[in-house]
């Protein structure tokens, strides 16, 4: 176990941590004084001592160099402090202070033990808790709300989802900071801001198309199965991958027909848009899907009063070819994901009928 020791007034201070436990123990004069919890690099201690009176004790672990700074405080002053060695012992003397102690293991046995504790201190400091946590929180929620089975599946859509998000970023250089799952929310990939116009549309698309994939993979296995859980799980994913592809910021559908608009610099790119959207209200409208309906109307209110601040913005534009391209790309695959929920409540498949629900409601 790390620790170190030092003297003062009289009184043998050592301080013991224990990185897989993230327990930290100071003892004075062989006796435990204060005892924390702590998993990063830095710690305080409150000790109250018959003789010294009430004590604060400040630590600063350095693993890298193995290193320990220590800082002793009492009604504001400072009465102490310097930089000691990390050091390895046995259980009966676990810092190496006092009488010494002659061990039967050799140099390189303790030599491996600290070794596994610097390791242990690098993993607990990788690993992000956060995002950890909010992962956990959506399991337990869409497990309450739904079952675990079902809970995971839709977990993997999402987590399927933002990965294509992250996958385009990569493959433009662009900086990521990872994933997060939201409960009640969903997903958020995180990176820098794209450079081009083209490089906003592929990362907001490739998440869909990603989910698109997965969709398509649920459906198949449904088709050749008939298994109910994997109907539901591919009308699911079609329902929430559509969702994103709305045209309202900042919802991937909402990034496209912005990137697509403002790349056209003129009035005649925002007439055309609002006929394509026109186009689409009716489309929707005579097949009652009003949810859809809604968030058109959002969009194209989204799109107008953005107008101005979109064409201030110094990103490289789409060309001519780019704008129609990524037109008809949006539109296919939000055509697909309508099919696939569709054809599946068709089928009469139990559960199935709630996608149509949301998207008539």
Known sequence: MPGFSF???????????????????VLVNGETVSQVRQFGPESEHQLSLPALGELRLRIALDIRHQTARYELWRQGERLGGEVLPLMMGSAENPIGGGE???????????????????????LIKAVNVFKVALMASSVAVYSLMFTLEFALALIAVLVFHEYGHLRAMKKFGIPTKGMYLIPFVGGLAVGDHPKTRWQDVYISMMGPVFGLVMTLVFYLVYRVTDSHFAGLVASTSALINLFNLIPVHPLDGGRVVKSLVFSGRNYLALI???????????VSWKMGFYFIVFFIVLGVIDIITGWRVGLAEDITPLSTYGIWFCVLWYLVVVALFLGMIVLIAQDGLPGSEIALKVLSS
């Open 7 to 25: 003297d003062y007034a009289g009184h043998r201070f050592e301080v013991i941590a224990k990185p897989w436990s993230g327990d930290e123990q």
């Open 272 to 282: 055309a848009l609002l006929g394509i959207s026109a186009l689409c209200f009716v």
């Open 100 to 122: 010494a102690v002659v061990s039967t293991q050799p140099a390189v046995r303790q030599t491996s033990w600290l070794s596994l504790g610097l390791v242990a201190f690098k």
